[in-house]
């Protein structure tokens, strides 16, 4: 296990929250930026936007710089695209859309090497790129990344209990948007029935012991009461959120400080 993910387990292990921030765009000097401002984990947005390999494995080389975990959130399961993303070396691998305990199954299969999963060997990066042995890493290559269900829809919510049990899945995360949007309600996260599937699934890690990441609004009642709830890790807005509210922020200022007249020489 790398030092940074250590750090961030250990911290889950002495029951204190991990905080990150969804990283998006493709220059790995925001994802080192966001381990220097005291971040456990970047969290790297490679289901939406336009990022290829090359730019998720140039995040996670920033945020380790930085001093953050890299986690990854992979736009599709396809043990295809797994095994290049597993040979970068992330802390945490992230698989959208389990709906299914066999869908866990699948993913996490992906991320190991035979005869208990179906990973091709070539380690590159998650291997020193060849200085370490490859005995030495597949003996290890296990407890390198942390594998995390990402459930989103209705689908995933009702199968919840059986997920969480799948030998191998390490954390779980808890999508409130897709599962608004996939029941109709047009995002709109704070509806009753929203409320009700994310409880239940929160209370469900809970007891089975499964660290859990939750995605709390921007205020301290939201920190509170998903910290009440159990999760063990906190997702905070990505990047170019956070740049547009600066610059929405500063235009006002920077406006009426502007002179109306031009000024002469």
């Known amino acids: ?46 289901e ?5 390999r090359t730019e998720m494995q140039n995040l996670m080389i920033g945020a ?34 389990i709906n299914t305990a ?19 060997w070539n380690p590159q990066r998650a291997g020193h790129y060849g200085q370490m042995g490859q005995s030495a890493y597949v003996d290890k290559a296990d407890r390198e990344t942390l594998k995390m269900m990402i459930v989103e829809q209705e689908e995933g919510f009702h199968n919840i209990e059986e997920i969480v049990k799948v030998d191998g899945v390490d954390l779980i995360v808890l999508g409130p948007g897709d ?12 509806d009753p029935c929203i409320a009700e599937m994310m409880n239940h699934a929160a209370s469900v890690c809970v007891s089975c012991r499964k660290p859990f990441l939750a995605w709390p609004s921007m205020t301290e009642q939201s920190l509170r ?37 031009k000024r002469t020489r």
């Not at 939406?48 to 290829?52: L, Q, R, V």
């Not at 930085?66 to 698989?95: E, N, Q, S």
């Not at 910290?227 to 200022?253: H, N, V, Y």
């Open 1 to 46: 296990m790398g030092m940074h993910l250590e750090r961030l387990v250990k911290k889950m292990e002495e029951g204190k929250i991990v905080c990150g921030v969804c990283v998006s765009l493709n220059d790995p000097a925001v994802s080192e930026l966001v381990g220097m401002a005291g971040y456990d984990f970047v969290w790297i947005e490679g």
């Open 48 to 52: 939406h936007g336009a990022m290829g």
């Open 64 to 97: 380790h710089a930085g001093g953050a975990a890299a986690m990854i959130r992979l736009p599709y399961t396809d043990a295809a695209l797994v095994r290049p993303v597993m040979d970068m070396g992330p802390d945490i691998i992230g698989f959208p859309f």
């Open 102 to 120: 066999e869908d866990a199954k699948k993913a996490v299969a992906a991320c190991t090497y035979p005869p208990k999963g179906v990973r091709g």
């Open 179 to 190: 599962l608004s949007v996939g029941m109709g309600l047009k995002g709109k996260q704070d």
């Open 225 to 261: 009461e998903w910290e009440q709830k159990g999760a063990s890790l906190f997702g905070f807005p990505q990047d170019s959120f956070f740049i547009s509210q600066a610059i929405m922020k500063l235009w006002p200022e920077y406006e009426k400080a502007i002179p109306s007249k």
